[in-house]
């Protein structure tokens, strides 16, 4: 892969996977010890509405689709605050119809020629210089955000009632979140695509989960398994002439099932010495 770090666009996808890499670990973390993956799936997908809006008025991508995508953010975070009992079924709903008004705009769009498989799998290699400095300036925001209320959001993710009784502003914090949720995956959608999103997002974070005894460490180590999972499906792209998406989150898919499998060794073994350990008493 070295050779191929030579061309421009082969740079921009590195340096685009390992900016989405951090974010995807950060806010991958906040999405999974706060269970709103299903709400983040629903932001993925109801951005399909904002790439309609922004080929069927002539918009730039980032503006149509972020403007679209925060929106349905805002609405999703207010249902599941206010009607959490219906939440699931009012987030598809949103989910639904973001899809279904983004694809209708595509068909309206005079002349539209886009290749939608861009959007659905990822265009990582086709990333310009000005969606890196994007990819950047947001990547700062998290980290400066997400660092400014740290000990809220570590009291908030794991106890609301708590967090709420030592004054914590939670629904602030929540609606926060949200949004820069849905900054996120409009960035992390040109690296895998609006299908492959959602993997991303929550297999680093998982995996991490299980060897991190703290929020901040799982974050770290969330974004260090983003990267290598990253970096790995580039160059099994570019190796075997593959859609980089894919090859990325099944390079993820693959670390999620090896980490499974070595939870399931030991407890199997643990298993067998607590057997042995009481053969031996008795």
Not at 257 to 279: P, Y
């Amino acid at each position: 892969m070295f050779e191929a770090l030579q061309f421009e666009f082969m740079q921009n996808a590195l340096i685009a996977g390992l900016l989405a890499s951090v974010i995807c670990g950060i806010m991958g973390t906040l999405v999974v010890v706060n269970r709103i993956v299903f709400l983040s799936g629903g932001i993925a997908h109801a951005a399909y509405g904002g790439i309609g809006l922004a080929f069927f008025f002539g918009w730039p991508y980032m503006l149509g689709t972020l403007g679209f995508s925060l929106l349905a953010a805002l609405v999703m975070a207010a249902v599941t605050l206010r009607a959490k009992h219906r939440s699931d079924a009012i987030i598809g709903v949103i989910w639904a119809v973001g899809m279904a008004v983004g694809i209708i705009l595509l068909d309206l769009t005079p002349g539209y020629n886009v290749d939608l498989m861009s959007y659905l799998f990822g265009s990582i290699l086709a990333v310009p210089n000005s969606d890196l400095w994007i990819m950047s300036a947001v990547g700062v925001v998290i980290i400066g955000t997400v660092t400014f209320f740290y000990d809220d959001y570590l009291a908030m993710s794991y106890d609301e009632e708590f967090a709420q009784i030592r004054g914590v502003r939670v629904k602030f914090l929540y609606f926060l979140l949200i949004s820069l949720l849905a900054v996120s995956i409009v960035m992390i959608i040109q690296v895998v695509g609006l299908i492959l999103v959602i993997a991303l997002l929550t297999i680093p974070p998982f995996i991490a989960e299980k060897y991190a005894n703290s929020l901040f460490k799982m974050m770290v180590l969330s974004c260090v398994l983003s990267i290598i999972f990253t970096v790995t499906g580039l160059w099994l792209s570019y190796a075997f002439n593959l859609t980089s998406g894919a090859s990325i989150i099944l390079v993820a898919g693959t670390g999620f099932v090896v980490a499974l499998g070595l939870d399931w060794l030991l407890a199997v073994s643990k298993g067998t010495r607590v057997a042995a350990i009481k053969d031996n008493i008795s």
